[in-house]
């Protein structure tokens, strides 16, 4: 697995926690801990996105650095970049 798989899975893992403890919140908002470890996933994910897209890009368009925002159709394209893992 290359850095770049192993950031994403980081980054999808604590989105789908995050996603589960979103629908738990919309029924139960009360849940202190729910709310807590929805705030500390959130937490370690943000350093975690920035980390991802100063190296990779961005990951969506909803980013934060989109100042160029047609910099994803510049060659290499995503499956062009071989990494040294």
């Given at each position: 697995?290359?850095?770049r798989e192993i950031m994403l899975k980081k980054i999808g893992t604590y989105?789908?926690?995050?996603?589960?403890l979103q629908l738990y919140l919309d029924?139960?908002?009360?849940?202190?801990?729910a709310l807590n470890k929805f705030e500390e996933y959130?937490?370690?994910l943000k350093p975690?996105?920035?980390e991802f897209e100063q190296k990779y890009g961005p990951?969506?368009?909803k980013s934060n650095d989109m100042s160029n925002k047609y910099?994803?159709?510049k060659?290499?394209?995503?499956?062009?970049?071989?990494?040294?893992?």
């Amino acid at each position: 697995m290359t850095q770049r798989e192993i950031m994403l899975k980081k980054i999808g893992t604590y989105k789908f926690a995050m996603k589960d403890l979103q629908l738990y919140l919309d029924t139960h908002p009360k849940d202190e801990v729910a709310l807590n470890k929805f705030e500390e996933y959130r937490a370690i994910l943000k350093p975690l996105v920035r980390e991802f897209e100063q190296k990779y890009g961005p990951l969506t368009l909803k980013s934060n650095d989109m100042s160029n925002k047609y910099l994803w159709i510049k060659n290499p394209w995503p499956w062009d970049i071989e990494e040294d893992d």
